[in-house]
């Protein structure tokens, strides 16, 4: 049983959320809300990255898992980046999905993935839905027969059509 770690992008387009199907809440965070809420809630973060035109940074959830939140330059205020990462039950589930569940679960819970890309570094799979603004990774391969969920990652629509080859590791050494 193949399991994936969760890697789920979030893209915001002003006035396209609310046309449905795509999703703005990750674990107790959400797109568009102020960047200044998320200090209170996660603590200082342990890393900060300048990616051009995005700024993300990583706090810590537990010894095994973080939240990366970003901000695109132009939009300083406004979270436009969400990514869950790692193997925790801490962490709040995305459609029913937690980090550490078997790559089984993914598909069961949201389909069929329209595309599945090896990534090398990270070793992770990466699978993508059309029309939605999410991605999922997971440890290992479509090749082994073990991973589990260990990134979910939200985004600004944008955001995602700008950087859909990109993933960043944080690593918390």
Same mark, same amino acid.
């Given at each position: 049983?193949?399991? !994936? &770690? ?8 002003? %006035?396209?959320?609310? &046309? %449905? ?6 674990? %107790? ?8 809420? =998320? ?11 300048? @990616? ?5 940074? &990583? ?5 095994? &898992?973080?939240?990366? =939140? %970003? ?10 980046? !969400?990514?869950? /990462?790692?193997? /925790?039950?801490?962490? $709040? ?5 937690? $980090?550490?569940?078997?790559?089984? *679960? =993914?598909?069961?819970? $949201? ?5 599945? *890309? ?7 799979? *990466? ?7 999410? /991605? =999922? ?18 985004? *600004?629509? @944008? ?15």
């Amino acid at each position: 049983m193949v399991r !994936l &770690a969760l890697l789920v992008i979030v893209w915001f387009t002003p %006035g396209l959320s609310w &046309a %449905g199907g795509l999703e703005i809440d990750l674990n %107790g965070l959400r797109l568009q809300q102020l960047v200044s809420v =998320v200090e209170p809630a996660l603590g200082r973060p342990f890393k900060t990255i300048d @990616e051009g035109d995005l700024v993300a940074n &990583a706090y810590a959830i537990d010894q095994e &898992a973080y939240m990366v =939140v %970003g901000h695109l330059k132009k939009y300083p205020h406004n979270i436009s980046v !969400l990514q869950l /990462t790692g193997v /925790t039950a801490r962490a $709040l589930p995305f459609k029913g999905l937690r $980090l550490g569940d078997p790559g089984s *679960k =993914v598909v069961e819970v $949201l389909g069929k993935p329209d595309d599945v *890309k090896e990534i090398q570094s990270p070793r992770v799979t *990466k699978l993508s839905y059309e029309g939605r603004n999410y /991605t =999922v990774a997971g440890e290992g391969s479509r090749s082994r027969a073990r991973g589990r969920v260990l990134t979910s990652r939200f985004a *600004k629509r @944008e955001q995602q059509q700008n950087n859909r080859e990109q993933t960043t590791t944080f690593c918390r050494c």
